[in-house]
């Protein structure tokens, strides 16, 4: 749920309506750190992890929780297993690797041809952003903390030892009849799919910039050793008529807090580079037209003032 705490939901038994339809009360299960039981509703964004093939993500029991979310929280990541949903698959149907992440393909597109409805009916009070863990695992960053997860894996006895607990519990309970070899098999694949959960995470715990795009807010993954731009109006305005226009596009950073006393700060610093208010010096913004050069597009002045009219102003379209 909320990024600096953990606050699984439950459903309970199901009711039934007048009109005997089933229906689902998601409620709390626990929160921790347990400190913040009465404050994490406070918190504007918040996370939904979607696991395939689980009964508590049938569409019934799925509008709860995507009903339950939007009374409390304005934003919401929801995080699709899709490629590594491929591990589960090859653990409990006997897929090899290229046939179980084609599966697991075919799985998310048909969980989100089942549920895009759902989550449509509540998109006037939360706005939804999907991602999917194929998407994040494609990053330099995912490739990066995964290493670093796997080292401390083999490294660490500690922390294997509590990565394999989770499996060994499962499988000892839905493996009856497996041998001693295949048992280890599964629960080798589960710490597998645990790893590569735990780096997906730590990918997701480093956004902060998201650019919309088709109409949805997308996060902009950090990559190790390149930088960002953004380009602005005048840009675009500038390279709108050539071979390679840019754009300026609606960006924004989600709500960063620290989820730990020891957690490093977060910093952004924000540099604008904008032309003269003295035409003197600039006569305004200019286009680039091929076969003439540079033409006069609207002095700074007014510029600045339509482009702060249509960002601030109530029902207007925000870019110029």
């Not at 998310?108 to 939804?128: G, L, S, V």
């Not at 675009?236 to 006393?261: F, G, Y």
């Amino acid at each position: 749920m909320p990024s600096e705490v953990t606050s699984p939901l439950t459903i309970p038994k199901s009711t039934s309506s007048p009109s005997h339809r089933r229906r689902y009360k998601t409620e709390i299960s626990f929160v921790s750190p347990v400190s913040d039981r009465h404050t994490f509703e406070e918190h504007s964004n918040c996370f939904l992890g979607i696991s395939l093939e689980n009964s508590n993500f049938r569409p019934i029991k799925v509008r709860s929780m995507v009903e339950w979310i939007s009374q409390r929280f304005s934003r919401c990541t929801v995080l699709v297993g899709d490629s590594i949903h491929r591990i589960t698959l090859e653990s409990t149907r006997g897929l090899c690797p290229p046939e179980a992440l084609i599966e697991a393909m075919r799985l998310w597109r048909e969980f989100i041809d089942e549920h895009a409805h759902i989550f449509d009916d509540f998109r006037d009070r939360t706005d939804f952003t999907f991602i999917n863990c194929s998407e994040v695992q494609t990053s330099d960053a995912y490739q990066s903390y995964h290493r670093a997860l796997r080292d401390y894996f083999s490294q660490d006895s500690a922390f294997r030892t509590s990565v394999e607990a989770f499996g060994r519990r499962y499988h000892s309970k839905h493996s009856n009849g497996a041998s001693a070899a295949e048992l280890e098999r599964r629960i080798q694949m589960s710490s597998d799919y645990f790893l590569e959960e735990f780096a997906i995470f730590c990918c997701l715990k480093e956004r902060g910039l998201e650019v919309e795009s088709d109409g949805e807010w997308r996060p902009i993954d950090p990559a190790p050793g390149e930088f960002i731009v953004n380009f602005g109006c005048a840009m675009e305005i500038l390279t709108r008529n050539t071979a390679t226009p840019v754009a300026a596009v609606a960006h924004r950073v989600v709500e960063q807090r620290k989820a730990s006393p020891d957690q490093h700060d977060r910093f952004s610093y924000a540099l604008f580079i904008d032309s003269s208010l003295d035409e003197s010096v600039v006569p305004g913004l200019f286009r680039y037209e091929p076969g003439t050069g540079l033409e006069l597009e609207a002095k700074f002045g007014t510029f600045l003032d339509d482009i702060l009219h249509n960002t601030y102003q109530q029902h207007t379209t925000g870019l110029y």
